[in-house]
């Protein structure tokens, strides 16, 4: 199952807000990647040579930022009554 | 702006478990939730142990959504060729008040938060709270946006990723290492599939762990817990050696779900949701302090958990450390002190309960369960062991400490095998 049909089942309200930034001067340098593997949704993405981001299927847990060394992700959760919805927990 | 005399960040068993003994004691409570309900935001593997949600709330199991009970545990060790488990069922853990209840959370704790509103509380969903109102040393409220709520104390219940402890100077920055990552699909089946293929009657329920293969060998497990009409399957890892080794539990889960054993259990399911969350399990040494002047820290937010490797256990720590807060801000509206002398005793009621307690007796269960040897190595030797002991080859047999010997042999020494064993005795 892929990880794009997993997210699909579950119910988000997306904010308009992003609440996690990443900073990519910081990861141009970064060997180790660490967010590719911190994810549990697969939010980072390497294309080419540089990760991209997307908030959007972020199940809130805070795994990127305590996984990334470089201090390049800064992360709050989202605003009140946006963000992933579970139904079932 | 309504003054409060406590308000409360979080509604899940902390926060809701502090809400309800403080309203029932007549005090005026405030509870934020960030969630758009109240369990939008809760994930758990799957089961609560323990008399604690009945002290709150008296044979709740009648009224309450509880998916199943615990009468059931298996820990097995799964390798690629085969498994090696443990298989408890239990009659008496099927008699009230019972030891163990699966529940999903979403369900659950909005179940709890109905109960907190009714004791008189006052529960305010879909608001996160930014930051603490703080004026000198005291926490004075808290603020929303620009707006902002006064109390005389505030209780932290924000759950494992604790952004507004961090901010109250409390801890410091989380370590990958002190960091597990579970990730959780609920998985639907009948009902009586399930009862069939888990060999359960009525509310009987099972709860199951797994070591070995699941993790690729890595420190941490899969688990397995039977709702009324769906599994919660699902694999915890630790975040620095997903990072080391380039492993996703994402991928993890999968690989799991395609393992023969597991395979079998969740043949013909349908996948209704995906989850993920932190847990802080690097025991007694990551607790943050506790309190300071308004301040108290219950919970996930307080690191308040144990894992031994047998017993996994949270959400009863959460409630008796929410009730524990609750009696703590009881004691200081009496003697309308608020600072940090007075709420200190929050930590000694926790060390006078099994909340402290536990995480002493089992303090060295965290560096115990990182030795890699328990993953990838001990689940191998044990069930090539079980092979041989009842493989029938047609050659003559040998005896069995004879074969133990030979399955250990170059694999391990005895003397590692010792130090291990000494190691667990002192740690779980």
Same mark, same amino acid.
């Given at each position: &199952?892929?990880?794009?049909?997993?997210?699909?089942?579950?119910?988000?309200?997306?904010?308009?807000?992003?609440?996690? !930034?990443?900073?990519?001067?910081?990861?141009?340098?970064?060997e180790l990647k660490p967010c590719l593997y911190a994810c549990p949704a697969d939010c980072f993405v390497l294309r080419e040579d540089h990760i991209t981001f997307s908030y959007e299927g972020c199940l809130e847990c805070g795994s990127c930022q305590i996984a990334c060394a470089k201090g390049a992700?800064?992360?709050?959760?989202?605003?009140?009554?946006? %963000?992933?919805?579970?139904?079932?927990? | 702006?309504?003054?409060?005399?406590?308000?409360?960040?979080?509604?899940?068993?902390?926060?809701?478990?502090?809400?309800?003994? +403080?309203?029932?004691? %007549?005090?005026?409570?405030?509870?934020?939730?960030?969630?758009?309900?109240?369990?939008?935001?809760? +994930?758990?593997?799957?089961?609560?142990?323990?008399?604690q949600i009945n002290y709150l709330f008296p044979n709740f199991w009648e009224e309450a959504p509880v998916e199943r009970l615990v009468t059931r545990h298996v820990i097995s060790f799964l390798t690629g060729k085969g498994s090696v488990s443990v298989d408890f069922k239990s009659t008496d853990f099927?008699?009230?008040?019972?030891?163990?209840?699966?529940?999903?959370?979403?369900?659950?704790?909005?179940? +709890?938060?109905?109960?907190?509103?009714?004791?008189?509380?006052?529960?305010?969903? @879909?608001?996160?709270?930014?930051?603490l109102l703080v004026e000198g040393e005291k926490v004075k409220g808290v603020k929303i946006g620009k707006e902002e709520f006064h109390s005389d104390v505030v209780i932290l219940a924000e759950g494992a990723n604790s952004l507004l402890t961090q901010k109250a100077g409390l801890r410091k920055e989380?370590?990958?290492?002190?960091?597990?990552?579970?990730?959780?699909?609920?998985?639907?089946?009948?009902? $009586?599939?399930?009862?069939?293929?888990?060999?359960?009657?009525?509310?009987?329920?099972?709860?199951?762990?797994?070591?070995?293969?699941?993790?690729?060998?890595?420190? @941490?497990?899969?688990?397995?817990?039977?709702? $009324?009409?769906?599994? =919660?399957?699902?694999?915890?890892?630790?975040?620095?050696?997903?990072?080391?080794?380039?492993?996703?539990?994402?991928?993890?889960?999968?690989?799991?779900?395609?393992?023969?054993?597991? %395979?079998?259990?969740?043949?013909? @399911?349908?996948?209704?949701?995906?989850?993920?969350?932190?847990?802080?399990?690097?025991?007694?040494? &990551?607790?943050?302090?506790?309190?300071?002047?308004?301040?108290?820290?219950?919970?996930?937010?307080?690191?308040?958990?144990? %894992?031994?490797?047998?017993?996994?256990?949270?959400?009863?720590?959460?409630?008796?450390?929410?009730?524990?807060?609750?009696? !703590?801000?009881? +004691?200081? $509206?009496?003697?309308?002190?608020?600072?940090?002398?007075?709420?200190?005793?929050?930590?000694?009621?926790? $060390?006078? =309960?099994?909340?402290?307690?536990?995480?002493? !007796?089992?303090?060295?269960?965290?560096?115990?369960?990182?030795?890699?040897?328990?993953?990838?190595?001990?689940?191998?030797?044990?069930?090539? &062991?079980?092979?041989?002991?009842?493989?029938?080859?047609?050659?003559?047999?040998?005896?069995?400490?004879?074969?133990?010997?030979?399955?250990?042999?170059?694999?391990?020494?005895?003397?590692?095998?010792?130090?291990?064993?000494?190691?667990?005795?002192?740690?779980?």
């Open positions: &199952m892929k990880v794009e049909e997993k997210l699909a089942l579950n119910k988000f309200d997306v904010d308009k807000e992003v609440h996690i !930034t990443v900073n990519e001067e910081g990861c141009r340098d970064c992700i800064s992360w709050t959760y989202p605003r009140g009554g946006f %963000g992933v919805c579970y139904q079932y927990g | 702006m309504d003054r409060f005399d406590a308000i409360v960040v979080g509604a899940g068993p902390a926060g809701c478990a502090s809400a309800l003994v +403080m309203a029932k004691a %007549g005090l005026k409570v405030l509870v934020f939730e960030r969630g758009k309900y109240v369990g939008a935001k809760n +994930m758990w593997g799957g089961a609560f142990f323990g008399p099927g008699i009230p008040p019972y030891n163990g209840f699966i529940l999903l959370r979403a369900k659950f704790d909005l179940w +709890m938060a109905k109960q907190v509103e009714k004791a008189g509380a006052i529960l305010a969903t @879909g608001l996160k709270v930014d930051d989380f370590s990958s290492e002190d960091i597990k990552q579970g990730v959780k699909e609920v998985i639907q089946l009948s009902r $009586k599939t399930i009862e069939e293929r888990f060999n359960l009657k009525g509310n009987e329920g099972v709860a199951m762990e797994f070591v070995g293969l699941c993790t690729r060998g890595l420190p @941490g497990g899969g688990f397995l817990y039977t709702n $009324k009409e769906s599994l =919660s399957l699902g694999v915890v890892a630790q975040l620095s050696d997903l990072i080391k080794n380039r492993v996703k539990t994402l991928d993890l889960l999968e690989e799991f779900k395609t393992h023969p054993e597991i %395979g079998k259990l969740i043949e013909g @399911g349908q996948t209704v949701e995906y989850s993920a969350h932190l847990i802080p399990v690097a025991g007694l040494g &990551m607790i943050p302090r506790l309190y300071r002047d308004g301040l108290l820290v219950t919970g996930d937010a307080g690191a308040l958990l144990l %894992g031994t490797g047998l017993i996994l256990e949270g959400a009863n720590f959460a409630i008796a450390s929410g009730m524990a807060a609750a009696e !703590t801000v009881k +004691m200081a $509206k009496e003697r309308e002190d608020f600072s940090q002398r007075t709420l200190s005793h929050y930590q000694q009621i926790l $060390k006078e =309960s099994f909340v402290l307690q536990d995480l002493e !007796t089992f303090k060295k269960a965290p560096k115990f369960l990182k030795n890699a040897r328990i993953y990838h190595l001990y689940p191998e030797l044990i069930v090539e &062991m079980a092979e041989k002991i009842f493989r029938n080859n047609g050659e003559p047999r040998k005896g069995t400490f004879r074969m133990v010997r030979e399955v250990l042999k170059g694999r391990i020494s005895i003397w590692q095998l010792f130090s291990d064993v000494m190691k667990a005795r002192k740690a779980i």
